[in-house]
């Protein structure tokens, strides 16, 4: 790939049925592509995860992608209420999720976690009461 | 193991993927929890599940699985079928339980699906 591509979505908070089509675009596009399927997997399953915590949590928000031949930056913005412990919303397990969320599949507290150790990198940018941006990236190595 | 085989031992009924009843499946796992579907499971595989909504379909997307069985006589609504139609995948639905479904794969050779850790 000669030219960085660069894919926006805007994440329906509202409608749990669409959530994860952003991420099942950009598994599509990395496809077609030529990335390897586990540099695809890990993209596709880190920002799905993000996906589902944006529609669960906050209402939706925006998901930016930045694909170059070194590396898959994704970067997913939301204005929902904020995590107020990082720390421990990053243990496995742990979930403020109401038994609503879990009727669903999710909210077991593997969220963040999965998300972390899929990608190379992650950084969370939250305020409570203001938002959420996480930044994800994943290498591609050979 | 064949699809076919699958579909033939748990007496399921296919709800779409006629087509890929020859697809051969080494291995499955069985959860309602589609975060330890997405945390645990490596290879790619089939998923039991006796949760019915589309983020089952999007999980086995995410994981690249091509074939899921709803356990419990747990009925797909249209949506559910479409999108996996979409995604190219077998889905079937049994009256066997969870618990019965995965021994019954298990007692006639199908693997566990290869995990992280």
């Known amino acids: 790939m000669n030219n960085n591509l660069r894919l926006h979505y805007e994440i329906d908070g509202d409608d749990f049925v669409v959530a994860g089509e952003a991420s099942s675009n950009v598994k599509k596009i990395l496809k077609k592509a030529g990335f390897s399927p586990e540099v695809i997997r890990k993209v596709a399953v880190a920002m799905y ?7 669960i949590y906050a209402h939706g928000g925006t998901a930016d992608v930045e694909v170059s031949d070194e590396k898959i930056v994704m970067v997913l913005k939301d204005s929902g209420p904020g995590i ?11 979930s403020t999720a109401p038994e609503s969320v879990r009727a669903l599949g999710f909210g077991a507290g593997m969220g963040l976690p999965n998300m ?11 305020e409570v009461g203001k938002g959420t941006t996480v930044r994800m990236v994943v290498y591609v190595k050979g | 193991m064949k699809v076919s085989e699958i579909a033939k031992l748990l007496n399921a009924k296919i709800l779409t993927g006629e087509d890929l009843l020859d697809l051969e499946i080494r291995n499955a796992c069985g959860s309602d929890m589609m975060s330890d579907v997405l945390a645990y499971v490596k290879n790619q595989a089939m998923l039991l599940t006796g949760l019915v909504n589309p983020q089952v ?8 699985m091509h074939c899921v069985v709803f356990v ?3 009925q797909p609504d249209e949506s ?3 999108l996996a139609r979409e995604k190219n995948m077998v889905v079937m639905m ?9 021994g019954i794969l298990y007692a006639n050779g199908l693997g566990e699906a ?3 850790q």
Do not use: H, Q
């Open chain 2, 94 to 102: 049994t009256e066997r339980r969870m618990f019965s479904a995965c």
């Open chain 1, 84 to 94: 107020p412990d990082v720390e421990l919303a990053m243990k496995e397990g742990w």
């Open chain 2, 114 to 116: 290869e995990t992280e």
């Open chain 1, 116 to 126: 972390k150790k899929y990608t190379d990198e992650m950084t969370i940018d939250t």
């Open chain 2, 80 to 82: 559910i079928i479409n």
């Open chain 1, 49 to 55: 995860e993000g996906e589902i915590n944006m529609v």
């Open chain 2, 57 to 64: 379909i999007r999980t086995a997307e995410m994981m690249d």
């Open chain 2, 72 to 74: 419990r006589g747990k």
